[in-house]
C-alpha cells in the first residue's frame, strides 16, 4: 500500500518555526517530484512548495518565499518542509504529494497524504 505520511504539525506563535515531515512507504519516490500544498479553512487547497527528484531545483509560493525551505532526503524516502517566521495567515492543514512532474498544479500529483494541522497564533 503506497502512503505518504506527514507529521510535524502542531500549534506555534507567530514568529516561530516548525518542521514538517512526509515519509513515504510502499514504493521509492526517490524518482518524483513532492510537493507541499496547504489548505485553511473554507478556502481551496493550494501550492506552497515543490522539490525536483534530485533536490536540485525548487520552486515556492509567494507567500512564503524566503521564509519556507523543502528538502528531501532520498535514502529516507521523506520529504521537509522547514517553515520559519511563520505568521497567522500560514495556519491550514499541510498536505504532501507525489508527481512525476516538477510542478505547482495539484491536479498533475497522484499521490497524497492525509495532511498535519499547523495552527500559528498571533
Known amino acids: 500500500q503506497v502512503q505518504l505520511v506527514e507529521s510535524g504539525g502542531g500549534l506555534v506563535q507567530a514568529g516561530g518555526s516548525l518542521r514538517l515531515s512526509c515519509a513515504a512507504s510502499g514504493r521509492t519516490f526517490s524518482r518524483d517530484a513532492m510537493g507541499w500544498f496547504r489548505q485553511a479553512p473554507g478556502k481551496e487547497r493550494v501550492f506552497v512548495a515543490a522539490?525536483?527528484?534530485?533536490?536540485?531545483?525548487?520552486v515556492y509560493a509567494d507567500s512564503v518565499k524566503g521564509r519556507f525551505i523543502i528538502s528531501r532526503d532520498n535514502a529516507r524516502n521523506t520529504v521537509f518542509l522547514q517553515m520559519n517566521s511563520l505568521k497567522p495567515e500560514d495556519t491550514a492543514v499541510y498536505y504532501c504529494?507525489?508527481?512525476?512532474?516538477?510542478?505547482?498544479?495539484?491536479?498533475?500529483?497522484?499521490?497524497w497524504g492525509q495532511g498535519t494541522q499547523v495552527t500559528v497564533s498571533s
Open positions: 504529494a507525489a508527481s512525476n512532474v516538477f510542478t505547482v498544479t495539484a491536479i498533475q500529483y497522484n499521490f
Open positions: 522539490i525536483t527528484w534530485s533536490g536540485g531545483s525548487t
